[in-house]
């Protein structure tokens, strides 16, 4: 007798014989194509059962097999049935091969509105078919509803600029390239362009939807009509007319002649299809609200340092609690994540995490995107490592920051300080490159390896990331990574800072700082430099430390960055927490 996702699986086989297909793809992504979906749109995790961030399934008539990167591997492991899923690495055992090798010349299935058209290119030597309905929700008889809250104005003092002038500026970029509208369907752009937030998804601000954006900074909005109160209809304004979802194809329809740019490997192929469809031009290129949203005007820089010195005294206000109760044992993962979660919930415009606390203890700390759950949940040991990946979300700026401590009471082994300093060395040396305009993010991700390739450890995942303004904690188009796309930095932009080293079954180690792109003031320079100034504010470790592994230029700045902190946070601190930090942040 079948039993919970096995019987998911064969419901899901029937569905595909009876329509004389021989598997389906089941992507981690919603209609939207983002990172975070709501729960309606958990589709990879109800037929699976592992819940990461990125991730695609394949379910044959005889074979399945569920697919991730390098940081959910354990995570993959310890969440899907061996025995049901065959667990692949997507980069090294790349999802469109094994189909290939599995199904070739076979008819599989998809759902166009969950593919963007460059993942469907990829997917060769097999008959793709779309499919509507979805056919995980054609079997999931409880799926939750849609979220429908409504979506919020968001004030222009936070935003820097009207909607308006964002909306000029981007049909202006469109009518420079020949073309007359963009199609819009990341959360983070409707937010920004329209200046909007909303409660559509636990972690990130955003009001799900759509918008025709044209050349004259007119536009559409395509939101289900709960979203939509008569408040923000006025603050959309006269320029912004409203329509619902189901409009999109009588919308699209009224495109033929017209030049329309589609993102292929951010949107939807559904788009590109009716495009098609309806006569019009398709013109391939990025959201074209992607870079501008990266680069923060004045107010978005001001407002990040102001909710970086608010998250830096609630992290200040844990740290101090995890020195004193850790060591003394009682704690648990989900209990420190609380603590940390009820620091920032006391500070001003605190609005909700940015993303689920990564709350490892030893062994746990090395799954890179580890999330506890009451079932994995284990308490914190003393003498042993303990990472804590998190972030808040405030009204005037997203934070993300990660801190590995040792608990103590006694001495941290040799080998585990050599690891941490490296990693931690990998922070400095990034945080301190100077570069010239034009660079990318690709270009700067060995400064942050280097310490680590001298002794032949290395870590399996990106070292940066772009960061949103009251949005994604997760933004692009600009990343530091091997990988990156090849968007130069620019000022303005907020990208995250943090190797790390991970040994299976022991430890892990991140270090993670978020930085904002600055002007570097060379005078005399032939061409524009820029530099990196640290927003985060929060001590590292001293006990994990080893001065003699770390350059002398970076110990001077982190003696300098602690000076920092302490100077900044001080006076905001309890009494207790204030004695910690002036021993936490003395010189090494």
């Not at 430890?507 to 904002?516: A, C, D, P, S, T």
């Not at 300098?560 to 946070?569: K, Q």
């Amino acid at each position: 007798m079948l039993s919970g996702h096995n019987i998911r699986v064969e419901a899901l086989r029937a569905e595909c014989a009876a329509r004389g297909l021989a598997g389906y793809i089941v992507p981690r992504a919603d209609e939207y194509l983002g990172e975070y979906v709501p729960p309606c749109a958990e589709r990879l995790a109800w037929i699976s059962g592992f819940t990461g961030s990125a991730g695609l399934a394949i379910v044959l008539a005889g074979r399945a097999a569920v697919f991730s990167d390098g940081r959910y591997t354990l995570q993959l492991a310890q969440q899907t049935d061996g025995a049901l899923w065959e667990r692949r690495h997507l980069i090294e055992d790349k999802p469109e091969n094994w189909l290939c090798n599995a199904a070739a010349g076979q008819k599989i299935g998809f759902d166009p509105w969950t593919i963007s058209a460059d993942a469907l290119a990829r997917f060769t030597g097999v008959e793709m078919v779309p499919v509507s309905p979805n056919l995980i929700d054609a079997i999931w008889t409880d799926r939750p509803a849609p979220p429908l809250e409504p979506a919020l104005a968001y004030p222009e003092h936070y935003a820097g600029e009207a909607s308006s002038a964002k909306r000029q500026r981007i049909g202006a970029i469109l009518a420079e390239a020949g073309q007359d509208a963009a199609i819009l369907s990341d959360g983070a752009s409707l937010a920004w362009t329209f200046n909007i937030r909303g409660t559509d998804l636990e972690f990130c601000p955003f009001a799900l939807g759509y918008a025709l954006l044209r050349k004259d900074g007119t536009a559409t909005l395509f939101m289900a009509p709960e979203k939509i109160t008569a408040g923000l209809h006025a603050h959309l304004g006269p320029e912004v007319s409203l329509a619902a979802p189901a409009d999109l194809h009588t919308a699209i329809a009224a495109l033929k002649g017209q030049m329309v740019r589609y993102d292929p490997s951010t949107q939807p192929v559904w788009f590109e299809r009716a495009l098609r469809q309806a006569g019009a031009r398709t013109a391939h290129g990025p959201d074209p609200v992607a870079l501008p949203r990266a680069r923060k005007n004045a107010a978005e820089q001001t407002g990040a340092r102001a909710a970086h010195l608010r998250d830096g005294v609630a992290m200040a206000e844990f740290l101090a609690w995890a020195a004193e109760a850790l060591p003394k044992g009682g704690q648990t993962e989900m209990s420190a994540a609380e603590t940390l979660l009820a620091c920032r919930a006391r500070q001003d415009l605190f609005r909700g995490e940015s993303f689920p606390a990564i709350s490892g203890a030893g062994e746990n700390g090395a799954i890179i995107h580890y999330r506890v759950t009451p079932e994995s949940n284990r308490p914190i040991h003393a003498n042993e490592v303990y990472l804590i990946d998190s972030g808040g979300q405030y009204l005037d700026g997203t934070t993300d920051i990660t801190r590995t401590i040792w608990t103590g009471p006694g001495p941290a082994p040799a080998e585990v300080k050599a690891h941490v300093t490296r990693v931690l060395a990998g922070t400095i040396a990034l945080a301190r490159a100077v570069f010239p305009e034009g660079v990318a993010g690709a270009h700067l991700d060995a400064f942050a390896r280097a310490e680590l390739w001298r002794v032949g450890l290395d870590y399996d995942h990106g070292t940066g990331h772009g960061v949103g303004s009251y949005l994604s904690v997760h933004e692009g188009p600009a990343g530091i990574s091997r990988a990156a796309k090849p968007v130069p930095l620019a000022e303005g932009m907020i990208l995250s800072d943090e190797p790390g080293y991970y040994l299976p079954g022991a430890y892990g180690i991140r270090m993670e700082n978020l930085v904002l792109v600055q002007k570097a003031p060379f005078e005399g320079a032939r061409k524009p430099f820029l530099r990196f100034d640290t927003l985060t504010l929060a001590p590292f470790d001293r006990a994990l430390i080893d001065p003699a592994l770390l350059p002398r230029e970076s110990l001077d700045w982190l003696n300098d960055y602690h000076a920092e902190v302490r100077a900044a946070l001080s006076p905001h601190l309890s009494a207790t927490a204030q004695f910690w930090l002036k021993a936490a942040t003395a010189p090494i």
